[in-house]
């Protein structure tokens, strides 16, 4: 529902107010292995701040490139057992 209704939007403090966006916060961790998946589609920056609020991690903080963002998030993902 969230990328249905924000897939338009580029705002991405007005996409993490959806309260889609809000509810997939709310389930924590158990939304981590979607929010993995997802970040390797085309909306890829659309989760990061979602992995960030959920994990309370910023790995990224050092990289601009959406490549590179993908890529340390799937490397986290491994390492944390998702």
Known sequence: EVKKDCGNLSDLDKISEHP???KIIEKGKTSLPLLLREINNDSC????K????ITGEFPDKEVS?????????NKWGKENGY
């Open 20 to 22: 889609s966006y809000i």
């Open 45 to 48: 920056m659309f989760w990061i």
């Open 50 to 53: 979602a992995l960030r609020k």
């Open 65 to 73: 490139k959406t490549k590179d963002i993908r890529d340390i998030w």
